[in-house]
């Protein structure tokens, strides 16, 4: 199988677009020597995939049919990352979090979103008549009461 539909199919990238796009960024590789999308997956290979900033590397137990469901990818691949970069993973996580805490500072456009959405954009709503609500009549006299 092409390692850019093995990626895809074991669920590591969403797409296979995606999947051929980190390829060509060099991103992916077998060994130490860089792939390229058409490179064929055996069983035994472990493949390096650098992602998010994280050095992950799989080795490839099966070659799968088709694209599977995420509870059977362990039966295809055994995740052998090293346990240090998944501490970078949550330190990054964590200086996240450290610049602006929920609540601090000015909203996000999603925070901004949501608070649309709990107030509701239905102002039309609460003024239906606008002749009322400004005192105007609509009587033949012409006259504001």
């Known amino acids: 199988?092409?390692?850019?539909?093995?990626?895809?199919?074991?669920?590591?990238?969403?797409?296979r677009s995606i999947a051929t796009e980190e390829i060509k960024k060099n991103r992916v590789s077998i060994g130490t020597s860089a792939v390229k999308s058409s490179k064929e997956v055996k069983e035994g290979?472990?493949?390096?995939?650098?992602?998010?900033?994280?050095?992950?590397?799989?080795?490839?137990?099966q070659i799968p049919k088709s694209r599977m469901g995420a509870k059977l990818v362990p039966?295809?691949?055994?995740?052998?990352?090293?346990?240090?970069?998944?501490?970078?993973?949550?330190?990054?996580?964590?200086?996240?979090?450290?610049?602006?805490?929920?609540?601090?500072?000015?909203p996000t456009k999603k925070d901004r979103r949501d608070m649309d959405d709990y107030v509701g954009n239905d102002v039309d709503a609460d003024f239906t008549d606008w002749d009322d609500f400004f005192g105007e009549?609509?009587?033949?006299s012409g006259e504001d009461n």
């Open 75 to 106: 039966l295809h691949i055994q995740d052998v990352t090293d346990k240090e970069q998944y501490e970078l993973l949550k330190l990054r996580k964590m200086t996240q979090d450290y610049y602006r805490n929920k609540g601090e500072g000015r």
């Open 137 to 140: 009549t609509n009587d033949e």
């Open 1 to 15: 199988m092409r390692i850019d539909k093995f990626l895809w199919s074991i669920r590591f990238y969403k797409t």
């Open 45 to 61: 290979d472990v493949i390096k995939i650098r992602k998010n900033q994280i050095d992950y590397k799989i080795k490839v137990l």
